[in-house]
Structure formats: structure tokens, C-alpha cells
Nanobody, 117 residues
Framework: QVQLVESGGGLVQAGGSLRLSCAAS????????MGWYRQAPGKQRELVAA???????NYADSVKGRFTISRNNAQNTVYLQMNSLKPEDTAVYYC?????WGGGDYWGQGTQVTVSS
């Protein structure tokens, strides 16, 4: 089993910044993807950003230009730098670590991000 430990959530005013971190307890082999999803009350969980072990990134349209995802392959860690935060970014953010061709899909416990207006 793989454990994912998230940190960095909190309360911030609109326009502010937060940095989320997620560390996996071990590698799951390549190719893989590490990413962040979020779920607001009453809404479905949605992809925020993801990065593959090869370095390819994918962002939700709503966060492009404001959020940046990065990872450290050697440490099995992924980061999400969130700038220019908006109240609509308020959600529980979940870290995900999965093998691209199947055989492993792991989730963190979630970290709350609240953006006040």
C-alpha cells in the first residue's frame, strides 16, 4: 500500500497564495502521474492539475496561469503552487498518485483550502 501525506492547506484572502505538498511513502513505478483534485461542497471531484513522471503537465482551464504543479521524482513528492486565489477555489484538495497503465491508484486524505472574499 502507498500512503500519501498532504500539507499546506488553510485559510487565505482572495488574491493570496498557498502551496500544497504531497509526499508518497514509496514509488509505484513508471510511467505514473501525480496530481491534485478538488471537491467543493455539493460538487463532483475535479482535476486541478497533474504531472507525469516524464514531466508532462495538465491543468484545468479555471486554474491555468494561476496554479503551477511540480514534482520531485526522487522523493515521490508533488507540489501545487496556487497564486491569485479566488473564493471559487475553496474546496478540499486531494493528492493522487497513479500508474498510467493501471495497477495502482492512491489518494491522500484531503486538505482544506478556503479563500475568503
Amino acid at each position: 500500500q502507498v500512503q500519501l501525506v498532504e500539507s499546506g492547506g488553510g485559510l487565505v484572502q482572495a488574491g493570496g497564495s498557498l502551496r500544497l505538498s504531497c509526499a508518497a511513502s514509496r514509488s509505484i513505478g513508471s510511467p505514473n502521474a501525480m496530481g491534485w483534485y478538488r471537491q467543493a461542497p455539493g460538487k463532483q471531484r475535479e482535476l486541478v492539475a497533474a504531472v507525469t513522471s516524464g514531466g508532462s503537465t495538465n491543468y484545468a482551464d479555471s486554474v491555468k496561469g494561476r496554479f503551477t504543479i511540480s514534482r520531485n521524482n526522487a522523493q515521490n513528492t508533488v507540489y501545487l503552487q496556487m497564486n491569485s486565489l479566488k473564493p471559487e477555489d475553496t474546496a478540499v484538495y486531494y493528492c493522487n498518485f497513479r500508474k498510467i497503465w493501471g495497477g495502482g491508484d492512491y489518494w491522500g486524505q484531503g486538505t482544506q483550502v478556503t479563500v475568503s472574499s
